[in-house]
């Protein structure tokens, strides 16, 4: 962990507090006068939807691993939440081009013949690409269909997704 103390004289605290979340800060601890008469803190998460809370000056260390494992839990509930609201099944040409209209993307399971070919073809036609061969248990079950784009055999369905 890394702590960069701001002790710079001439900048009001909203920009300080400013530059420090653009740059991507996690966490900030506020340190004043008042805030050591009281043997506190005040902690402020550049993530959730909890604001600045006091936190005792004893045990801060163990505090600041909670709120920032506590973070990190947050954001990855979100991200397997957002990755699970936007993964989908398609079998048609027709339903994956709907899939990456305008700028729209999900995350695409579709059948593919296995041909760099086709891939190719497919990449072109929607800036889409492959991102995982699943392995068994991720993904929806293989089972044989038929590629979306060349109606040819394919025995499992992989990923497709648009870079960003």
């Known amino acids: ?26 966490l900030r601890l506020e340190l004043g006068p008042r805030d050591l ?37 947050d954001l990855l509930q979100r991200a397997r939440a957002f990755r699970e609201q936007n993964t989908v099944s398609v079998d048609t040409w027709d ?12 995350f695409v399971y579709a059948h593919w013949d296995g041909t760099a070919e086709t891939e190719t073809a497919i990449k072109e036609a929607t800036k889409a690409t492959i991102r995982c061969l699943p392995l068994a248990g991720q993904g929806p079950d293989a089972e044989p269909g038929r590629c ?9 369905r992989v990923l497709f997704a648009r870079n960003y």
């Open 37 to 73: 008469e009281s043997q506190s803190v005040m902690a402020k998460l550049r993530v959730g939807e909890q604001g600045k809370q006091k936190v005792p000056l004893e045990g801060l260390g163990v505090h600041v691993g909670r709120l920032l494992d506590g973070m990190q839990a």
């Open 148 to 156: 979306v784009k060349t109606g040819r055999p394919s025995a499992r």
């Open 1 to 26: 962990m890394t702590v960069k103390v701001d002790d710079r004289d001439g900048l009001k605290p909203g920009a300080k507090y400013y530059e420090w979340e653009r740059k991507g800060v996690p």
């Open 95 to 106: 339903d994956f081009l709907g899939m990456f209209e305008g700028q729209g993307s999900k």
